[in-house]
């Protein structure tokens, strides 16, 4: 027996885009027809918005394309293989800055587009935070952002801070934004139905009374008469003070 120690270890996958290679099992005569990695990974985007992370599976992708699951293997190597070609694909359906506008207008449309994208397929959230997100669809999104990020105006050495702030903010909104919304859908209710409820009965809790009450009071302030248009306000101007710290931090010397 080989010692442990001696053991030849193929290294860990990383990416499906580090290792560009075939699927360990090579197609056969008998493969479906028309089946490719494509249509896998369009029908794999279907399921996921429909199920989530949780009800996907190979044996259920192939069942939802009518083929064999082992099939699917003619084309990735692993289900995680396939979730991170989900991830990238979904991103071609962010639209680059057109024009010439000014690097604001810029950032907030990236910004408005990718908490949407978020709140749209609530699945890629967990899959941008496991993934390295360097696919041609993703790194086009990337490099978007930066293109944005460098026309601030911000030194070099202050820009990937920039992009942190602000996207990370982003991801994390659009990520508690959609799971609010998946959690009403499941339920039956409307985002103000449940709202609603729930500081009902916080409210009819006496040792969560002060914080209720402070709680209204900012609420009141903020203004707004759907859970929607308050989200709205919240993340509008956070996006104003994150463009105003990245104008101060610009002019500062």
Sequence with gaps: ???ASDRVRSPARTSVWLEQ???????????????DRDKITRASVRLLDAEG????????????????????????????????????????ELDPPR????????????ARDY???????????????TFLN??????????AVQDVIRATGLPLDRQTGALAAVFQFVYGFGTVEGNFKARC??????????????MSTIRSLP??????????????????????????RDFGFALDLLIAGIEAMRDRP
Excluded at 21 to 35: A, C, I, K, Y
Excluded at 207 to 222: C, F, G, K, N
């Design 21 to 35: 290679r075939t699927p360990s099992r090579p197609r056969r005569s008998e493969s479906p027809v028309g089946l």
């Design 99 to 110: 024009g010439h506008a000014d690097w604001r207008v810029q950032l907030r449309a990236l």
């Design 134 to 143: 360097i696919g041609p669809n993703s790194m086009l999104f990337s490099y």
């Design 185 to 198: 859908e499941a339920n039956g209710l409307t985002q103000d139905d449940f709202h609603q409820q729930a």
């Design 53 to 92: 992370l949780a009800g996907f599976s190979m044996r259920r992708l192939a069942a939802e394309l009518d083929v064999t699951a082992m099939s699917l293997y003619w084309y990735v190597d692993t289900k995680e293989d396939l979730l991170e070609l989900a991830l990238d694909s979904v991103y071609t």
């Design 207 to 232: 040792h969560l009374w002060q914080i209720v009450e402070s709680t209204d009071e900012l609420i009141a302030a903020r203004g707004g008469n759907t859970v929607e248009e308050m989200r709205e």
């Design 1 to 3: 027996m080989v010692p």
């Design 115 to 129: 908490r949407e994208l978020i709140v749209r397929h609530i699945w890629i959230s967990p899959l941008a935070g």
